[in-house]
């Protein structure tokens, strides 16, 4: 009976710590299910609104509704995503009798990254190799607050400068002299291209260097000269054999010629006379078109002249609304005018205003052979439409340069000393992008996608709004203002004072804002660099972003 009562100890102390082991195991469970249940729900919240507060109370509340006092979690951001640790008390009963325990502890941990496909940071510096990935120094400013800073190489703060994001991960993250940092701060390098792998980038980018064909006309040498008589009496007295005569009439200053096609060698207009090319009519010139001062038209007359032009054209158009205009040779235009009032045009060669003279083009399809410039003080108006230029872009100081809405291919540089407007839709420049001097370029609805650097500079600055969701018109974009994958430095410097609103798209090239240079966000602005400098007294100030221009769309998982 002794050893029985003995061993009925012993017996009975084993069967309660099984019974406390099962008891365990399915606290086990249920925790494990809350804490995965609490890290998707974490991950989600924060994908919503970048704000670790935020996802760190969704957790707490998914912990207490579950039956758990919030104080059971614990909840951490590392570099893989959302960390929820679950630890519970279990009682001890049956095994009391051996084991002076009154309890055990049981812990489980969920991890759930924030997906790959997005990112909810508003700046994203990509290099893992860089001693700074992002530095601030001098008296500077990056000013996120409204979302989060992240770099795989590490962040540094330095002089009299201030960081402010919402969260700031990086390998290491350090601040010397009266520098501060404000925002939850992570140790980590999982900063990764959110656009990589996006299909209207990649479909941009395929298009740069493409230029539209010239598809020159054939032109037939003759002897016929036409001269339009700059009186009625003239006109009266000309010969009935004459092809002016022949073809056209005149009333009071008008001349109306019938529908035809016509090759003509020398054509001359008087100053302040109209001709008018009735019908499709087409009509070649294969020598000189002296016209100063005069007007040629018909809303569906095609002009082909074979030469270049240099002639001082007067403030009345020399075109009037036409279906299209060919100059087998290059414009270069000095005066205050008109080439066309509206119309496709296509000059051979290259286009250039001269200093002091203001040039207007029309709408229509729009292309250069050459390259364009402009001198300085000089102006360059091109209507709405799509426009190709084979060659670089180049403005003077003071100069203004304004483009209209539509499809932009430009096989060159493009580098405005001066003001402008650059109209809505895409701009494909297979070369660098540079905007300097003392004077605003405005590009709202705007999509630039280059094969070279950025730049701005300068006194002034550019002004540049990428197409909001859903906006596609004439190619842009939704929410890419400038992308490039140049490995080439881009700059902001200066006194320049910038105002973007979109991304900026720069995955492998270092961008640098130093002196008084500045860039801010009316609207929501992204940076996707390879690194990102801000010295000086610059400053990048995105206080305003109330929606990131990077979705963080991207599917949580649990990954442990």
Partial sequence: MLLSALALTAVMGMAGLGVEVSTGYAVKTRNQRVADMAALGAALAYQTNSSTSQATQTARDIVTASGLPASAAEISFPA??????????????????????????????????????????????????????????????????????????????????????????????????????????????????????????????????TTAALNAPTFTSTSTNWSFPSSSSAFTALAASDPVKTNCTLSGQVYSCVQGIYNINNLSVPSGYTVNFTGASTVYVYGTLSANGATLGGSQTTYNLRNSFGTNWSSSPVFGNIASLYVGGSVSYTGNGNLIGSGNVTIAGSLSVGGGSSLTIGAGTHIIGGGISVGGSGSLTIGDGDLSVDGDVSTQGASTINFGAGKHSIDGDVSIQGGGTLGAGLYLIDGNFDKNAHLTVTATDVTIVASGSFSTGGSSGLVLTAPADGNTANGGIPNIAFASKTSLASSVGGSSSNTIGGIMYLPNSDLSVSGAGSIAGTTCMAVVVNTLSITGGAGVDNSSCTKQPLSSAGSVSLIQ
Avoid: H
């Fill in 80 to 209: 893989t995503g959302v960390q929820v640790q679950i630890t519970t008390a279990v009682p001890v009963r049956l095994a009391s009798m051996i084991t002076n325990a009154a309890s055990y502890d049981v812990r489980n941990s969920a991890i759930a990254s924030l997906g790959t496909s997005g990112s909810p940071a508003c700046v994203i510096s990509l290099s893992s190799n860089a001693s700074e990935g992002v530095e601030i120094k001098g008296n500077s400013t990056l000013n996120n607050k409204a979302c989060a800073v992240t770099s795989n190489s590490p962040i540094t703060v330095q002089g009299s400068s201030n960081l402010t994001a919402t969260n700031i991960t990086a390998p290491s993250i350090g601040s010397t002299g009266n520098s501060t940092i404000k925002g939850a701060q992570a140790t980590g390098s999982n900063a990764t291209d959110p656009l990589s792998s996006d299909a209207s980038l990649a479909a941009a980018f395929a298009q740069l260097g």
